[in-house]
């Protein structure tokens, strides 16, 4: 079945320093979802990724599609304290049955003040 | 998000006794969601809903079973029958037919007594 594999699994980061997390699907995606989590709490929407080789960003935050919509990649500039939490990606993909994510294990960010 | 509602927020299990975790939303979605949050695991779907009075296993509905007789509830019963029922369970939405992200609920904390 559709896989999407994350890595790394943790980081651990001084403040101020960069961080991405990279996510590998086995089959072709028709969209990339990312969300993040705080620490105790649930899964928040980020951003959706559509298009072949599309970038976003929101503020300090990029985000990549590859361009065989297949890979996926977050980058974080300059992290701070409020960066904290795991960083999942979730994939639909082009066969896809009832909008089904299918979620990486997650990059779980911890950030040293 | 404030448009979904899971409760309890924790919930203990005694051995052969079944339970039942309730997710209510009025965001008007037609799609509901439910996985399972093991740690290092990311998210896993256990059933899912795209309209009512129907509802399609995911890919760890061993154990579990579900119910979706309105549009704004879909509630999960995890069975004696499944052996390992301690995880963060989490409740998930979206308007279907159509790229929308998936909003979580606060999620359920089971633990077995």
Known sequence: GQQVMQIPQYQHVQEGEDFTTYCNS??????????????????????????SGEVKKQKRLTFQFGEAKKNSSLHITATQ????????????G???QGGKLIFGQGTELSVKP | ??????????????????????????LNHDAMYWYR???GQGLRLIYY????????????????????????????????????????YLCASRREYSNQPQHFGDGTRLSIL
């Open chain 2, 49 to 88: 809903s795209q309209i009512v009075n129907d509802f399609q296993k995911g890919d760890i509905a061993e154990g579990y079973s579900v119910s979706r007789e309105k549009k704004e509830s879909f509630p999960l019963t995890v069975t004696s029958a499944q052996k390992n029922p301690t995880a963060f």
């Open chain 1, 81 to 92: 304290t409020t960066d904290v939490g795991t960083y999942f990606c979730a994939g639909v």
């Open chain 2, 37 to 39: 949050q093991d740690p």
């Open chain 1, 26 to 51: 086995s089959t072709t995606l028709s969209n990339i979802q990312w969300y993040k989590q705080r620490p105790g709490g649930h899964p928040v929407f980020l951003i959706q990724l559509v298009k």
């Open chain 1, 94 to 96: 082009i066969y896809n």
């Open chain 2, 1 to 26: 998000d404030g448009g979904i509602t899971q409760s309890p927020k924790y919930l203990f299990r005694k051995e052969g006794q079944n339970v039942t975790l309730s997710c209510e939303q009025n």
